[in-house]
Nanobody
Framework: QAQLVESGGGLVQAGGSLTLSCAAS????????VAWFRQAPGKEREFVAV????????YYANFVKGRFTISKDNAKKMVYLQMNTLKPEDTAVYYC??????????????WGQGTQVTVSS
């Protein structure tokens, strides 16, 4: 099973930007879709974005459309989440997960450890 490691989180003011990275090691990365989920304190883990195994197709939760962009570099075994126009409600731990491309967290069994994103108002 591939290991996933997220990085790039931090503290940013509302309206600012961050780019999260998800680095994979192990099995053939190009065979799998990769998704980003997030979990705020006291809330369920929720879908943010997913990108196809080839990196050609990305899909987004409605609340991030137009603000976030997901991308995949199979040669580098990396997935990125560019987050613009951040809002305080984007504050959460962000996780990447490798799998089938589902929007549902329970369908993924390979997760990174998460990276904290905090957006101040």
């Amino acid at each position: 099973q591939a290991q996933l490691v997220e990085s790039g989180g931090g503290l940013v003011q509302a309206g600012g930007s961050l780019t999260l990275s998800c680095a994979a090691s192990g099995r053939t990365f190009s065979n799998y879709a990769v998704a980003w989920f997030r979990q705020a304190p006291g809330k369920e883990r929720e879908f943010v974005a997913v990108i196809s195994n080839t990196g050609n197709s990305g899909y987004y939760a409605n609340f991030v459309k137009g603000r976030f962009t997901i991308s995949k570099d199979n040669a580098k075994k990396m997935v990125y989440l560019q987050m613009n126009t951040l809002k305080p409600e984007d504050t959460a731990v962000y996780y990447c997960a490798e799998g089938t491309g589902s929007y549902y967290a329970y369908e993924y069994n390979n997760w990174g450890q998460g990276t904290q994103v905090t957006v101040s108002s």
